[in-house]
């Protein structure tokens, strides 16, 4: 779904064919994307004792020590 080759209908412009998102070949061309979701309730901190600002943590609110729950490379 990351890829700048395929196009809105799930064809892949480089090979021509129809593709589901899970499918990955050598000519694999990343899309830059911003990340929209940053919030307390992506934090690996959200609701735990190391929590920067436990009192104020709430869907929506992002502090200075926001730490991701996932890493995507």
Do not use: I
Request: charged share 25%.
């Amino acid at each position: 779904m990351n890829c700048d080759n395929m196009m809105s209908d799930s064809m892949c412009k480089v090979h021509g064919v129809k593709v589901a998102s899970h499918y990955t070949c050598d000519h694999f061309e990343m899309k830059a994307e911003l990340a929209d979701h940053r919030d307390c309730t992506s934090c690996q901190r959200y609701e735990r004792d190391d929590c920067a600002n436990p009192a104020k943590a709430s869907p929506g609110m992002m502090c200075s020590v926001w730490a991701p729950r996932e890493f995507r490379a």
